[in-house]
């Protein structure tokens, strides 16, 4: 099945620096690489995706880029924010050539005021 | 965005008792269905696959005996916990395929399961 590995587990930062989160993948196939962001008990949202025909995404202070060549994807946040506070999932829904979605470990990050 | 459902968001069974969790897509029609178990500082595991009108598929290690579910409808999903333990006890957060063939999931907003 799809292997989807995330770093890092925690990320401790100050308000105002930038947070980069990284995911890697197995699946050649994968073509669509969402990122989440979750708060404590509620649901996942999504937050930004890519599209493998593209390199980079942005929007205001996050951006992903995407490697295909090397299987990994990453989310930049910009100018954080105490309320960027959250965990952050990749995901690659994709194994075999069929839909399933698979989740990255999360990243917990907190920005310090 | 299209928009899901939950009921209900929280749950607290006895040792023994099944518990019912339904999961509805409110303005467009889901011929699939995730259900994922969530343990808490964990990442969201894929429990099975929902299609409507035909059985669902499980991931490894999930007992579809023990986890009962039903798309009966192409807006509605249940999951039933059968004979919950203490073990059972997650947050349990369904999802929906955007109908139009995209890949984007469309979240829930989850149903906290605490077995007692």
């Known amino acids: 099945g799809e292997n989807v590995e995330q770093h890092p587990s925690t990320l401790s930062v100050q308000e105002g620096d930038s947070a980069v989160i990284k995911c890697t993948y197995s699946d050649s196939a994968s073509n669509y690489f969402p990122w989440y962001k979750q708060e404590l008990g509620k649901r996942p949202q999504l937050i930004i995706d890519i599209r493998s025909n593209v390199g980079e995404k942005k929007d205001q202070r996050i951006a992903v880029t995407l490697n295909k060549t090397a299987k990994h994807f990453s989310l930049h946040i910009t100018e954080t924010q105490p309320e960027d506070s959250a965990v952050y999932f990749c995901?690659?829904?994709?194994?075999?050539?069929?839909?399933?979605?698979?989740f990255g470990r999360g990243t917990s990050l907190i920005v310090h005021p | 965005g299209a928009v899901v459902s939950q009921h209900p968001s929280r749950v607290i069974c006895k040792s023994g008792t099944s518990v019912k969790i339904e999961c509805r897509s409110l303005?467009?029609?889901?011929?699939?269905m995730f259900w994922y178990r969530q343990f808490p500082k964990q990442s969201l595991m894929l429990m099975a696959t929902?299609?409507?009108?035909?059985?669902?598929?499980?991931e490894q290690g999930v007992e579809k005996d023990k986890f009962l579910i039903n798309h009966a409808s192409l807006t509605l999903s249940t999951l039933t916990v059968t004979s919950a333990h203490p073990e059972d006890s997650s947050f349990y957060i369904c999802?929906?395929?955007?109908?139009?063939?995209?890949?984007?999931?469309?979240f829930g907003p989850g149903t906290r399961l605490t077995v007692t």
């Open positions: 999802s929906a395929r955007d109908p139009s063939g995209s890949d984007e999931q469309y």
């Open positions: 995901a690659a829904p994709l194994s075999g050539g069929s839909y399933i979605p698979t």
């Open positions: 929902s299609n409507e009108g035909s059985k669902a598929t499980y």
């Open positions: 303005d467009f029609q889901a011929t699939t």
